[in-house]
């Protein structure tokens, strides 16, 4: 599918990056990558977003979108085929409520799990596992949160499989368990075994090493 121009400025290791990347291979929208490293930003970046000054930023045909919402919104309503949200205004309504859930609600309580430590740390890990399982319901009947395939919510939350598994080995604890959260275990799967996510994650080990080399530091300057 032309996607004439459609450049993404991204980093490796970056869960915003892979949304935006997902949706663009949901939809079959070629583009050109671009690399950034975000301790030395490029003159690009900077005058793409020099707002947030952040990855991921879309651009097309000159034009630059930044924030990993609007450029999927950017995305869903320039290239109308393949919609990735439902047409349906309510079950939109519903994708939306999902993924804003887990942005708000799922994302925090995750990364302070893994960031914090002793006590700090278990309050973290309980909060995520009671948001995740509050997340189950919007599973409920259904393999994704988009139904039978990857959906809007899907897109959104879909870094949580890969990152948490990383994040628990790291941490030595559990956040997800079959026992507790069924259906978030078998969305993990479902997920991790999709082709389009499973060609777009990074390098297990890397990601280990740098989420690793990323806690030691947030650790080594809180103390
Ligand atoms: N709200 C932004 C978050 C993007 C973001 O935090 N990107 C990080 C990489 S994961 C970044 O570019 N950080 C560079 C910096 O903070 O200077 C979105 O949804 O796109």
Redesign the pocket.
């Known amino acids: 599918m032309a996607g004439e121009g459609v450049k993404l400025f991204g980093?490796w290791a970056?869960?915003?990056v892979l949304r935006v990347t997902l949706a663009l291979k949901l939809k079959g929208i070629e583009y050109e990558y671009i690399e950034e490293d975000?301790s030395n930003k490029s003159p690009l970046l900077l005058q793409y977003n020099p707002v947030y000054?952040?990855?991921?930023v879309l651009v097309y045909g000159q034009k630059p979108v930044a924030?990993?919402?609007v450029i999927f919104e950017f995305i869903e309503e320039t290239w109308k085929h393949n919609p990735i949200l439902p047409e349906d205004p309510y079950e939109r309504a519903m994708a939306r409520f999902w993924a804003k859930f887990a942005e708000e609600k799922c994302l925090p309580a995750i990364f302070n799990a893994f960031c914090k430590l002793g006590e700090e740390q278990e309050k973290f890990v309980k909060e995520a596992k009671e948001n995740l399982r509050t997340l189950e319901e919007g599973l409920k009947g259904k393999k994704f949160f988009g139904g039978e395939t990857m959906g809007f919510a899907d897109v959104f939350a879909g870094w949580i499989p890969f990152w948490v598994r990383v994040m628990e080995e790291i941490m030595g604890i559990k956040i997800v368990e079959e026992e507790s959260l069924p259906l978030i275990s078998q969305w993990f799967e479902d997920i991790l075994d999709f082709d389009i996510v499973k060609e777009s994650l990074p390098p297990r080990d890397k990601l280990i090493a740098h989420l690793k080399a990323f806690r030691e530091r947030v650790h080594g300057s809180s103390a």
């Open positions: 980093t970056s869960p915003f975000l000054e952040k990855v991921p924030e990993s919402l």
